[in-house]
């Protein structure tokens, strides 16, 4: 049974920075593309940042220089570091995991709980 566990949410204030992880079992996240979405109150869900299995990178506009995806294959983890938050940043973070697509085509197989994150002023 695939599982995808993130946590490291919470609250902090605008200029921050927090760091995102999601934990897999039942797969091994080197083999999928691993991605964190984000969907804001009454907003549609969007991909944040991908990694494929080849190395290949993409984030979203609004979180590049700001937003960093790294894996630990050894831990079967893949993290997001965010830095400079801003109020738009506040959403619920959701890590997923594709098996062919990746980047802004990606239609993940599998979908983690999730996990908030709320930007103060």
């Known amino acids: 049974q695939v599982q995808l566990v993130e946590s490291g949410g919470g609250s902090v204030q605008a200029g921050g920075s927090l760091r995102l992880s999601c934990a897999a079992s039942?797969?091994?996240?080197?083999?999928?593309?691993m991605a964190w979405f984000r969907q804001a109150p009454g907003k549609e869900r969007e991909v944040v940042a991908s990694?494929?299995?080849?190395?290949?990178?993409n984030y979203a506009d609004s979180v590049k220089g700001r937003f960093t995806i790294s894996r630990d294959n050894v831990k079967n983890t893949v993290y997001l570091q965010m830095n400079s938050l801003k109020l738009e940043d506040t959403a619920m973070y959701y890590c997923?995991?594709?098996?062919?697509?990746?980047?802004?085509?990606?239609?993940?197989?599998?979908w983690g709980k999730g996990t908030l994150v709320t930007i103060s002023s």
């Open positions: 997923a995991a594709d098996k062919i697509f990746c980047g802004l085509r990606i239609l993940p197989d599998y």
């Open positions: 990694s494929n299995s080849d190395g290949t990178i």
């Open positions: 039942g797969l091994t996240a080197s083999d999928y593309c």
